[in-house]
């Protein structure tokens, strides 16, 4: 199975862009799966569910997001196996814009929006500089000089990503983000052991003391799992 | 290059400071260390702090430069003379209703059909620079060769810019710096040169004149227009500009169009009025996903629009007479 997280600010367009590029991944015949990390409230399950894509979601309530989804992370690629699924895509909102949910071996790809203003670029840590991927959206609605100034300034702070427009309205560049998404040589069994691009800031858990390392074993303190039906290996 | 001190860097490659401001570095008093001996001069608390990818920022450092140095020097060799497209399929299957199509510098080509007919995929084909590996089965040549894999990666050199009727202007600034900030990033030479070449292109194009001083987001609709016609003419990097509708009122459309093209151009335009869509040497038919046929604008055609902007120009002379607070007269009609 491949694996794809996904990652970006509130609102900047990540389900419109993963359901506009999944389509294109439907008709290679490719199974998708989505589990969506979020804090408090989404309804955005629905939109998938609608769309046909099996999916989970997990809210982190009162813990950290981030720390949340590295939590969790090999729960949600093993219960993707277990769908047999040919990609899981993981998508979780920056909300604090510090942590990244990256994970080494993984593709890691951020959505941001061309209204959130150019000094938005600077405002995100590791989300945005540690990304494979820079999916920019909202291109059809600001300027073409607002859209050329605010890929040179995420450029900058990160000049090895491969930087994209999709619009995830009409979906052009969903296609070409899909042949650069997925890989026929990659299967991923298991995420443990697999380390965090970029520690999460301190708090209370394991994640919090700096630890990188994916599996049970590496948790302690305020863990929280989420509830991916079935049965408890 | 970054064994070098900081100030040595910033002499031979100016625009590094953008890398350092973009990346909140501040080196401000550290300008005769190297870019590592910068970077170890922060504590383990600060680097966790503001979330400091030391190694990241190290390699990262010649990637940037790089790519600035190939972005400047590329202005010759990057020069697009002619796209091609040739015929791939629409939706059913059926193969594209023409053998192969050119477009050159200075050229335009309207584009027709139906909203939702494929006007959307036919771009992105473009701007993916497609080899038979879209839905379409399209293939993209640029000067009659197969293109360089740069026009689908780099994020500097976007192959084609967009002009469309939803765009508006969202940051708060004003036309000169917005202008300023434009050409900074484009990394022109002498900006306030190019910034005066705007300006005066753009309120030739608008029916009413703008400040320097005015805030971009308080511009009229066609003020706006006429600076994002005038600012991806002269400013862009992208040598193919589409163009989604441009509205009738507050901008002249042929100088419009006349400004792209002399800036050397290719001008793609999905368009339904008349008088735009027959002033393109080729109109391309959009149906069913795929391009249906490609229409040669006849003699007969050049003809009528002759007729067509008279009748236009009239319009556009009662518009002047009712915003001066003028009456009309029948007389407006007499040949």
């Known amino acids: ?233 | 290059m970054t064994y070098r001190s900081i100030k040595k860097l910033l002499e031979e490659y100016p625009f590094a400071a953008t890398y350092f401001e973009q990346n909140k570095l501040k080196i401000d008093g550290f300008e005769n260390q190297t870019f590592e001996e910068y970077l170890n001069h922060f504590s383990e608390d600060e680097l966790e702090d503001q979330a400091i990818d030391k190694a990241k920022l190290l390699s990262d450092l010649p990637v940037y430069l790089d790519q600035m140095r190939q972005f400047l020097g590329m202005e010759n060799d990057r020069k697009v003379h002619s796209l091609t497209i040739l015929p791939g399929h629409d939706k059913s299957g059926t193969t594209e209703g023409f053998q192969e199509l050119t477009v050159e510098t200075s050229q335009i080509i309207s584009i027709v059909g139906p909203t939702g007919s494929g006007k959307s995929r036919l771009l992105a084909d473009i701007e993916w620079t497609a080899q038979g590996d879209t839905p379409t089965g399209r293939s993209i040549l640029i000067n009659g060769q197969v293109p360089d894999m740069k026009w689908r990666y780099s994020s500097n050199n976007k192959l084609v810019a967009q002009l469309s009727q939803n765009m508006n202007f969202v940051m708060d600034l004003t036309v000169l710096e917005f202008l300023r900030m434009h050409a900074e990033s484009r990394m022109v030479q002498d900006p306030q040169s190019v910034i005066d070449k705007i300006i005066a292109a753009a309120n030739d194009l608008a029916g009413e004149k703008f400040e320097l001083t005015t805030p971009v987001t308080s511009l009229s609709g066609g003020q706006s227009r006429a600076l994002m016609i005038a600012d991806t003419a002269i400013l862009s990097s992208s040598p193919i500009v589409l163009i989604d509708e441009i509205e009738n009122a507050g901008i002249d459309r042929k100088k419009a169009l006349k400004l792209l093209v002399t800036s050397d151009k290719i001008v793609l335009m999905a368009t339904h009025d008349p008088l735009l869509a027959l002033m393109a040497d080729k109109r391309i038919v959009i149906k069913n996903g795929g391009i249906n046929h490609v229409i040669y604008t006849s003699d007969e055609e050049k003809q009528l629009l002759e007729k067509l902007e008279k009748v236009d120009s009239l319009i556009q002379t009662a518009r002047q007479e009712l915003r001066s607070g003028n009456t009309l007269s029948p007389d407006l009609l007499a040949d």
């Open chain 1, 1 to 233: 199975m491949n694996l794809i997280i996904f990652s970006g600010p509130p609102s900047s367009g990540k389900t419109s862009v993963i359901l506009k590029t999944i389509s294109s991944f439907h008709a290679k015949n490719i199974k998708v799966g989505v589990v969506k990390f979020d804090c408090l409230y989404t309804d955005d399950d629905v939109a998938y569910e609608k769309a046909g894509i099996p999916v989970k979601k997990g809210l982190s309530g009162a813990l950290c997001p981030d720390h949340f989804f590295a939590s969790n992370i090999e729960e949600v690629v093993n219960w993707g196996n277990e769908e047999k699924l040919d990609l899981l895509i993981t998508e979780s909102a920056g909300l604090c814009n510090r942590c990244s949910p990256y994970l080494k071996e993984v593709k890691g790809v951020c959505v941001i929006d061309n209204l959130s203003g150019i000094n938005t670029p600077k405002k995100i840590g590791p989300m945005l500089k540690a990304a494979d991927l820079v999916v920019i959206t909202k291109g059809d609605i600001v300027s073409q000089a607002e859209r050329e100034v605010f890929a040179s300034c995420v450029s900058s702070v990160n000049p090895r990503a491969i930087t994209m427009h999709v619009n995830g309205l009409t979906g052009q560049g969903a296609y070409e983000l899909a042949s650069l998404l997925y890989d026929e040589n990659q299967d991923i069994q298991s995420v443990q052991g697999m380390q965090l691009r970029f520690p999460m800031p301190s708090a209370l858990c394991s994640y919090c003391l700096g630890e990188t390392r994916i599996g049970e074993a590496y948790q302690m303190g305020n863990v929280k799992k989420i509830d991916l039906g079935g049965d408890k290996k």
